[in-house]
């Protein structure tokens, strides 16, 4: 009735106009009408929604300033709070649960969130609170955008304030869990809905704050708990509180409890905010990896059924293994193995993204070698099979062969734990049917290192006739059973079961020992070679198992005495024979033993002789029988597939292995049926081929057996034919882009701002392990600068090239192939502007057949190069017959063709390409004694894959495997004399890096064994010494025991100078460039021989100066210490320079002996007419007049006083003529027999130039030319001409560096050098068939 009377249009109308009131009195009597009428849900009022919320705030806005809106105060000191409470509660309950009706009070009143706060800030009552807090927070959570609120509500509220306003109040509603939650839900839903919530984090991040706010993390109110950590996790991101955080004693204790307790998402929280402290706070992190408790329940995590959850405790221990072997230490000694357990738990149930999470977090657990061999033993091999079985995600297998191979190169020890978890299988599945050419490779390079175990798989056996105990590595059988004769099989390395075998008995055993027991074994009557490998272990006991001996002969081969031995058995006499299935699947006794009562036999088996069967029979074979396949013709192309090529290549690196495939000259043919069936034309999937075969044939030259095949198949004619086809792909592509290149150079010259610049310049390079070498750094510019860097530092300023007639001239004018063009900086400057300026240039197409004909180039030099060096040193009849074979058939005129056109792009490729040219270019004997006065690396040292200069001071490895190689001179105590007057303090040389990937420099003793297959190099045992610039760290001792304390040096990049000094106390340090990296070993033992040595990686290039060549930051050396060159027993150089007298009688003897023309500097037949007397006459020089660039040009350098005479020149090729100059002792005669004296200088450089216009060839002398000219006779103008040298230890510049004769343009001699070998080399092909 009130409420009727109330709502009547007269009665209300005085309600409306009360809350208008200036009266206080009066509008509180309206309000609280207006309110009670609002609450009651069964009356609607007579008014618009708006309307009404406006009258609500107006009146909660009055309340605020009481003074500017009311005439008359109440008495009422509460009034204030009344409206307040009330307007609020009515407000409150009109929005609950209408968004329309909300969406009204927005538009129609937008103050009332302006209100809302400064009643949070201001208010002191706690219902006023409770309301203005739930208002926000709805307004929030609303995100409307009406007429009178055009940026949305949430953003309106974040706006005017309300998050510092509601964090004040956190701590008055500490123990309302209720408000708290909403008050803490409001502050993140607010903080989340900006990108960058850091700034309203870092206003509200304060003691008073965070206190209740962890406090509440805790609470039983499990919502509350959640908006407590979610604002603490906003915290901990932008490092806000987190050092009072960390110093909270409380804080892990009720984490722990939250981990133990809570649901997933609370856990994930919890992980998340401990990952973020452990990594901003290392104490933190330290404190909290001795709470074994904690560390426990995080691992048991890892079996959560929420994935979230895995998630974040993955991520969690990722954090915690990045700081250090000694944390990573305490997680593995966890008890119960928790920590591998709860990952093999993931390997198996988790989901994919958290299978890759795994990944990661395992290649940190094994990066410490020193744990490797307990990770092993705690079960990870279960974790990297299961990983390898979801053959559907090629990244997890992959991974998991990485690091298995990752693990392998360790020790044997760990091989050895391995083969114990029956690893095998799984490299085998990897190998033959893994979607990844990579994985498969993987597969065959782990193989390789189990082959290599110096270690052997042990098998005891104890019987006394009833009870038989079968224990090894791996396996373990207890078998009860009374039978005079039992039987059981182990599979080696597939499985650690050992089987029983079942005999079927025939003709029972007599109570005499007269008669035979007749039987059969099904399970070795079906024996495969397939079984090949697999362990038979046999029991026989008592004058009734000696009657099985007969019948177990057909299925072991006993000789005559075993057989006797065993039939020889008495009554209580047991027997135990330990046989092996061989290759052709006949058992082969390993080891018979008889005795009374009880018998022990124990027997060790190779690890070598086990994978050595397996694989004989389980990989070979299908990979050999597609090859073994006869023909009438070669077939068009190579039956094999790319991954099964790629497998052979790495599995040839065994000797047994290459010496079964190099019995079947059918298989290499039809691998060489690849190569001589290439073409411009041929696939992409066909080249890939190639490239594999080329490697194949590459593995095979290192080896003798495969390089006499080789050889035998006429391969180097086939791979000098392929070269030329595969020169003209490449020189037409260059022709191709070249006419865009103004385009490419335009994008190359875009202005690179001052700050992406100063990005590039302090780009790092990238770590790597030996298991996956850094990609190749074929393009490297930072190749391209190291070299460079070395060719300004060797030559000097010098006049313009002389010019020759032009008058019937037969140079090319540049049809040759034009500069290649680098984008690797170019790509770089690309990456670098997106990621700095977000905007990103257009790039030149990048031509990926290209990269693969590169590729290809590459494989068949270093093919060709190994056949050729390993000839060259070989040094007999036949392997000179090659080379001058080669020689004749213009391969050098080709190869140079391919430097000049390669020499900027494919940095890598030179090296080869130098050596290969300097080698064949021998063609002059001067004597037998190939003798040298240099110090340099010694080749006969050299492990196999490695690619030596001639000079043997630059090494380039382009295997997989890690190569080293040591240097001809060594120190010791025997060097140092107490007689002496002036004795050295030490010794040093220098390394110039032109790659920068994995290196390891130091010294090693007589003692050290290189083991490339395995990743061991020079540092990785006791006997060497050294430390390598990418990882940081110094190396000595087998790599398992080196993994804390061997911190050392900088990080080194291509173009630096590492000087490697050793003194004579026994301490050994280093410099970068100038910098004094400090002692890294002392103590060495000084009674050893000590070698300058080096090991490289995948790839890696780099050169060394023994004392030859100027000393580099010579300023930064200490003083006293001396170049190692001058190392030797009386301290002075291995060989004396010549005397004064010596040098001219030398000079003297070819002026007055001209018919000795290999000892002269004449060109035998350079002559037109002899003499009377049929001897040669001198060659007679014409001045040289002006015209255009020599159609070939080379240098050589020269060192001071070398003991050996040198010839260099050019000759005719299938001719005896030739131009030569002799350069002995600091002098050079030339071929008119006159004498000029080389400067005073560490190193001269001697240059021969032949110009095709006049038939003629010229020399300089450090730049300068020597002005004459000297002319072949005009009856071999047609001829092609080649270079001469007689020595191979020669370091010549054929085009890859600057040459010190400075020619007027250099692009168009290169260009006119790449036509001429391209036609010279084309009139020698017939001589190659």
């Known amino acids: 009735m009130l409420l009727d009377r109330i709502l009547e249009k007269g009665s209300f109308q005085e309600v409306i106009s009360g809350c208008s009131s200036r009266d206080e009195n009066e509008l509180y009597r309206a309000c609280s009408v207006l309110c009670v009428v609002l609450k009651s849900v069964n009356f609607s009022i007579p008014l618009p929604i708006g309307q009404v919320s406006h009258l609500l705030t107006s009146c909660l806005q009055k309340s605020l300033d009481r ?69 926000l927070f709805q307004f929030a959570g609303l995100n409307t955008f009406v007429e009178g609120c055009p940026l949305g509500t949430t953003r309106s509220v974040r706006e005017s304030g309300a998050v510092p306003a509601l964090a004040k109040r956190i701590i008055t509603f500490h123990r309302e869990h209720i408000m708290q939650r909403i008050t803490l839900q409001t502050i993140v839903i607010l903080i989340g809905s900006v990108d960058d919530s850091k700034p309203f984090c870092s206003e509200i991040a304060t003691p008073m704050v965070l206190m209740p706010t962890i406090s509440s993390c805790s609470s039983d109110d499990v919502e509350l708990s959640f908006w407590a950590l979610a604002l603490i996790q906003d915290f901990v991101i932008h490092d806000l509180c987190t050092d009072e955080m960390t110093s909270m004693s409380h804080l892990v204790k009720d984490f722990l409890e939250i981990l133990k307790t809570r ?76 920590l591998l357990d709860g990952l093999c738990h993931v390997s198996k149930e988790g989901q994919k993204e958290n299978k890759l999470l795994l990944t990661e977090l395992l290649t940190d657990l094994v990066s410490v070698e020193k744990l490797v061999l307990q990770i092993v033993q705690g079960g990870v091999m279960e974790i990297v099979k299961e990983l390898a079985r979801d053959e559907d995600d090629e990244s997890l297998t992959f991974f998991s062969s990485a690091m298995l191979m990752d693990m392998a190169m360790v020790s044997d020890e760990i091989k ?111 024996l495969k070679t397939d079984n090949a490998g697999d362990v038979i272990i046999v ?163 290192v080896f003798d057996s495969g390089r006499d095949l080789l050889i035998s198949l006429d391969t180097h004619d086939h791979l000098v034919a392929f070269l030329s086809i595969l020169l003209e792909t490449i020189q037409q592509s260059s022709e191709s882009s070249s006419n865009n290149r103004n385009d490419v150079f335009e994008a190359d010259q875009v202005a690179v701002p001052p700050n992406v610049a100063a990005i590039i310049s302090s780009l790092p390079p990238r770590p790597q392990s030996r298991a996956e070498p850094r990609s190749s750094l074929r393009s490297s510019d930072s190749t391209d600068s190291a070299i460079e860097d070395r060719g300004r530092h060797t030559s000097s300023s010098i006049s313009a090239l002389p010019v020759i007639p032009e008058a019937g001239s037969e140079m090319a004018g540049g049809d040759g192939a034009g500069p290649v063009h680098l984008q690797s900086l170019s790509s770089l400057v690309d990456e670098v502007i997106a990621s700095v300026t977000g905007e990103a240039r257009d790039a030149a197409p990048i031509n990926e057949g290209e990269t693969l004909t590169e590729a290809i180039l590459e494989a068949a030099v270093i093919c060709l190069t190994k056949i050729v060096s390993r000839e060259a040193r070989n040094n007999s009849a036949q392997s000179r017959l090659l080379l001058t074979h080669l020689d004749e058939s213009g391969t050098v005129l080709m190869l140079w063709s391919c430097l000049l056109t390669v020499r900027k792009k494919h940095r890598n490729l030179l090296l080869p390409l130098v050596t290969t040219m300097t080698t064949i270019s021998e063609t002059i004997s001067l004597d037998t004694n190939d003798h040298h006065s240099s110090v340099g690396f010694d080749a006969s040292n050299a492990t196999r894959m490695l690619v030596l200069s001639n000079d043997h001071l630059e090494i380039l490895n382009f295997n997989w495997t890690f190569e ?178 010596q040098e001219t009688s030398a000079l003297e003897a070819e002026r007055k002996d001209p018919e000795k023309e290999e000892l002269s500097g004449v060109a035998g037949g350079a002559c037109d007419r002899p003499n009377r007397r049929g001897e040669r006459l001198p060659v007679q020089g014409a001045p040289i007049v002006p015209s255009s660039p020599p159609s070939l040009y080379f240098e050589v350098y020269v060192r001071p006083y070398t003991p050996r005479p040198l010839r260099v020149g050019f000759s005719i090729i299938d001719a005896k003529d030739r131009i030569t100059v002799m350069i002995s002792n600091n002098a050079i005669m030339l071929p008119d027999r006159s004498r ?64 010190k004769y400075k020619m007027t343009d250099v692009e168009e001699y290169m260009n006119g050098a790449i036509s001429h070998c391209q036609r010279s080399s084309s009139l020698c092909q017939p001589v190659r068939g």
Not at 310 to 319: E, T
Not at 503 to 512: M, Q
Not at 1101 to 1130: K, Q, T
Not at 1269 to 1275: A, G, M
């Open 67 to 135: 003074q500017d809106h009311f005439d008359v105060l109440s008495k009422d000191s509460v009034f204030p709070v009344k409206i307040q409470r009330m307007t609020l509660a009515t407000i409150c309950d009109f929005m609950s649960d209408s968004v329309p009706n909300k969406d009204v009070l927005i538009g129609t009143c937008p103050d009332i969130i302006s209100t809302c706060i400064r009643l949070v800030n201001e208010s002191s009552n706690k219902e006023v609170l409770r309301y203005s807090v739930l208002l």
């Open 263 to 338: 649901e997933g998402v609370f856990k994930s929280f919890v992980l998340k905010i401990m990952s973020a402290l452990c990594l901003r706070r290392v104490a933190f992190l330290e404190e909290l990896s001795d709470n074994k408790p904690f560390l426990i329940t995080v691992c048991t995590a890892l079996k959560d059924q929420n994935d979230l959850v895995i998630n974040y405790a993955i991520r969690f221990l990722k954090v915690m293994l990045q700081h250090g072997p000694g944390i990573i230490k305490k997680l593995l000694d966890l008890e119960d193995n928790v």
């Open 416 to 526: 050895v734990e391995m083969n114990n978890c029956c690893v095998l299988p799984t490299i085998f599945r990897w190998i033959q049917s893994a979607k990844s050419e990579k994985v498969s490779v993987f597969g065959a390079k782990a193989l390789v290192m189990f082959h290599l175990i110096d270690d052997s798989m042990n098998f005891t056996v104890r019987s006394d006739g009833h009870m038989t105990h079968i224990s090894g590595s791996g396996v373990e059988l207890i078998d009860s059973k009374n039978f005079p004769l039992k039987m059981f099989r182990v599979e080696c390395l597939l499985s650690q079961n050992v089987c029983p075998l079942c005999i079927k008995i025939r003709t029972s055993p007599t109570s005499s020992s007269e008669g035979d027991v007749e039987f059969s074994i099904p399970a070795l009557d079906a």
């Open 539 to 701: 029991t026989i006991s008592g004058k009734c198992g000696a009657q099985y001996v007969r019948g177990l002969s057909k299925y072991i081969n006993l000789s005559i005495g075993e057989s006797d031995q065993l039939s020889g058995l008495a009554e209580g006499d047991v027997g135990v024979v330990i046989a092996i299935v061989g290759d052709d699947g006949r058992i082969n006794t390993l080891k018979v033993v008889t005795a009374t009562t009880e018998v022990t036999a124990e027997v060790a088996i190779p690890y070598m002789t086990l994978f050595s069967h397996r694989t004989t029979k389980h990989i070979l074979p299908e990979i050999l029988a597609p090859l073994s396949e006869t023909s009438e013709q070669l077939q068009l192309c190579c039956p094999l597939e790319r991954r099964e090529l790629e497998v052979l290549k790495v599995l040839l690196c065994l000797e047994g292995y290459m010496d079964s495939f190099t019995q079947s000259p059918t298989s290499v043919s039809n691998l060489l049926s690849a190569i001589v069936s290439f073409t411009d034309h041929s696939t992409e999937d066909e080249q890939r081929i190639i490239e594999s075969v080329l490697g194949i044939l590459t593995v095979m030259a």
């Open 964 to 1141: 080293s190689v040591r240097a001809t001179v060594s120190i010791s105590r025997d060097l140092i004399s107490s007689s002496a007057p002036c004795q050295p303090k030490g010794w040093f040389y220098q390394m110039e890096l032109v790659t920068d990937g994995l290196i390891q420099l130091g010294w090693v003793n007589d003692k050290c064994v290189y083991q490339p297959r395995k990743g061991n190099g020079v540092g990785d045992d006791y006997d060497s010494y050294s430390i390598d610039g990418i990882r940081k760290k110094k190396w000595h001792g087998p790599v398992a025991t080196q993994t804390e304390g061997n911190g050392y040096g900088e990080t080194w990049n291509a173009g630096d100078i590492v000087t490697c000094l050793f003194d004579r106390h026994g301490s050994i340090s280093y410099l970068l460039n100038d910098k004094d990296l400090g002692i890294a070993f002392s103590g060495v033992d000084m009674d050893q021989r000590w070698f300058p040595a080096c090991s490289v990686c995948t790839d890696q290039r780099a050169r060394f100066n023994f004392g030859n060549d100027p000393i580099r930051f010579a300023e930064s050396i200490p003083d006293g210490f001396v170049p190692i060159a001058d190392a030797s027993s009386d301290g002075s150089r291995h060989q004396q320079p010549h005397s004064k007298q």
């Open 1236 to 1299: 000029k004296q080389l400067p005073v200088q560490p190193l001269a450089v001697v240059g021969c130039g032949y110009v095709a216009a006049t038939h003629s060839v010229f020399f300089t002398i450090d730049g300068e030319v020597v002005e004459l000219l000297f002319s072949f006779s005009h009856t071999t103008k047609s001829r092609p001409v080649t270079p001469c040298l007689s020595s191979r230890r020669t370091r010549v510049n054929w085009g890859q560096e600057e040459f």
